[in-house]
Each structure stands twice: as structure tokens, then as C-alpha cells.
């Protein structure tokens, strides 16, 4: 069955540290996996999407991701961290035609 | 663009009680869902509408929860009885065509926080 993980619940990184959220999947075939954010009291905003070509994709906000197909993952990156970057980040990836399965989140805490 | 409506943005009732949910979706999206999303857990389908018919309720508790989409615009959700493990936010998203094949992102609402008693 399809799914995906996200094995950090909570990070916490200090204002403009690098930043680095995992994502794992397991799926069948070829994966089309998103990163979505969620502020508090939000929806979830599309950060940045993968469908095929280059594995490096960019997004926005400054997030970037990379697939890596020899190890299931969609890791979600930024060089330096912003305080308003303090939010939950959902991986997902999509399952068929048109369902969407999404990971537990990481709660991303910013410190000043 | 307006973004995805939902309302109310909060609502308490006590279990057995019943409750409905509104979104109205960004203008011209054919495709509509609504999510559950327990506190501490990612979104889950637990509907999706293509125009006004539904593509997949799998994972809808169909003996408490029902949802429309008449005339394949606004849609509601509703929980008729309601139990304590189904506080939670509901939230509603829309996209332009079906498929994720067809590079269309979903777009959220803010949601509706549920809190049953």
C-alpha cells in the first residue's frame, strides 16, 4: 500500500541555520510527491511538486526538494531559515489518478 | 483569485449531536474534496467530487457522515451523530481538473475546527 513517513515530528533550528525535513514513501510506480505547508488556523499551501525530470525541484519560499528514487525519499531543504518559516510541513505523494496521501507532518519551530 | 470558502471556521457540539460543514471552491475547479485531519496526524480523504458526482467515499464513515455537491459547486458536509473521535478540523480543497496526472495542485480552505463534547 502506499504511504509515506515523516520520521521527525518536531524540529527546531535557530534563524537563518540550514534546514532539512525528511520525507519517505512507498509507491508502486512513479511517484508524483508535494510538500505542502500549513501556518496555524490555515489551509495547507503548496510549497513545491514533483512529477518527472529534474530531481532537484525548486518551490516556493525558498524550499527546495530533491527525489531520490534508489531511496524512496522527497527531502525538503532551505539554506537559511526564516522566523516566519515556523509552520507544519506535510510531504505527500499522489496515489492513483487523483488521490493524495499525506505524511503524519513535522512541526517546524523557529528560534530567535 | 478568491481562495476555497469554508465556514464556520469553529464549532462545539456534544456527542449525538449533528453538525454541517460548507465550502464553496475556488471558481471553475471541477474537482472537490473534503479532508479530516486529526490533531497530530496528516489530511485524509474522505471524499472527493468530480463536478457534482462522487469519485471516491471510501474512507467516509457513511453510517454518520454524508456529503453533497449540488449543481457541482458548493458542497457540505455532514456528521448526524456525532462522536467524541471525530473532533477534528475538516478541511475542503478544490483543483482545477481531476488527476494529479494533470500537474493540478490541490488548493486548501482554512477549515473547520470541530470540538465534540
Known amino acids: 500500500a502506499q504511504s509515506v513517513t515523516q520520521p521527525d515530528i518536531h524540529i527546531t533550528v535557530s534563524e537563518g541555520a540550514s534546514l532539512e525535513l525528511r520525507c519517505n514513501y512507498s509507491?508502486?510506480?512513479?511517484?508524483?510527491l508535494f510538500w505542502y505547508v500549513q501556518s496555524p488556523g490555515q489551509g495547507l499551501q503548496l510549497l513545491l511538486k514533483?512529477?518527472?525530470?529534474?530531481?532537484l525541484v525548486q518551490g516556493i519560499k525558498g524550499f527546495e526538494a530533491e527525489f531520490k528514487r534508489s531511496q524512496s525519499s522527497f527531502n525538503l531543504r532551505k539554506p537559511s531559515v526564516h522566523w516566519s518559516d515556523a509552520a507544519e510541513y506535510f510531504c505527500?505523494?499522489?496515489?492513483?489518478?487523483?488521490?493524495?496521501?499525506f505524511g503524519t507532518g513535522t512541526r517546524l519551530k523557529v528560534l530567535a | 483569485e478568491a481562495g476555497v470558502a469554508q465556514s464556520p471556521r469553529y464549532k462545539i457540539i456534544e456527542k449525538r449531536q449533528s453538525v454541517a460543514f460548507w465550502c464553496n471552491p475556488i471558481s471553475g475547479h471541477a474537482t472537490l474534496y473534503w479532508y479530516q485531519q486529526i490533531l497530530g496526524q496528516g489530511p485524509k480523504l474522505l471524499i472527493q467530487?468530480?463536478?457534482?458526482?462522487?469519485?471516491?467515499d471510501s474512507q467516509l464513515p457513511k453510517d454518520r457522515f454524508s456529503a453533497e455537491r449540488l449543481k457541482g459547486v458548493d458542497s457540505t458536509l455532514k456528521i448526524q451523530p456525532a462522536k467524541l473521535e471525530d473532533s477534528a478540523v475538516y478541511l475542503c480543497?478544490?483543483?482545477?481538473?481531476?488527476?494529479?496526472?494533470?500537474?493540478?495542485?490541490?488548493?486548501f480552505g482554512n477549515g473547520t475546527r470541530l470540538t465534540v463534547t
Open positions: 509507491y508502486g510506480a512513479t511517484p508524483y
Open positions: 514533483y512529477f518527472s525530470g529534474d530531481t
Open positions: 480543497a478544490s483543483s482545477p481538473q481531476v488527476g494529479i496526472y494533470n500537474n493540478s495542485p490541490l488548493h
Open positions: 467530487f468530480q463536478n457534482n458526482g462522487v469519485v471516491d
Open positions: 505527500a505523494v499522489g496515489s492513483g489518478t487523483y488521490k493524495y496521501i
